[in-house]
């Protein structure tokens, strides 16, 4: 059984980082598509940033610049580093998994959610 699990969100001030995780089992990341969803409260859950099993990136237009995704094969972790954060960032953060197919909102695994806050 495929889990996800998220770690790192929390609160910081405007112009701060973050380094969210996700520790994931049963997956090999060279056949899954791996991304990072979020959610701001009364807003729909909107893509992030989605790593392809080839290793190719691709972000949403308001994060470009400024969040980049990467893995650690060895751990089985998917990262989500979060610079120069804006109040518009706040939210809850969700790491998501399909094997092989990148799929948007309907990809098969999700994990519960790392709360990130970003004051101004």
């Known amino acids: 059984e495929v889990r996800l699990m998220e770690s790192g969100g929390g609160s910081v001030q405007a112009g701060g980082s973050l380094r969210l995780s996700c520790t994931a089992s049963?997956?090999?990341?060279?056949?899954?598509?791996m991304a990072w969803f979020r959610q701001a409260p009364g807003k729909e859950r909107e893509g992030v940033a989605y790593?392809?099993?080839?290793?190719?990136?691709t972000y949403a237009d308001s994060v470009k610049g400024r969040f980049t995704v990467s893995k650690d094969n060895a751990k089985n972790t998917l990262y989500l580093q979060m610079n120069s954060l804006k109040s518009e960032d706040t939210g809850t953060y969700l790491c998501?998994?399909?094997?092989?197919?990148?799929?948007?909102?309907?990809?098969?695994?999700w994990g519960k959610g790392t709360l990130v806050t970003i004051s101004s």
């Open positions: 790593m392809e099993y080839s290793g190719r990136t």
């Open positions: 998501a998994a399909d094997r092989w197919v990148c799929a948007g909102q309907d990809m098969r695994h």
């Open positions: 049963e997956i090999y990341y060279t056949e899954y598509c």
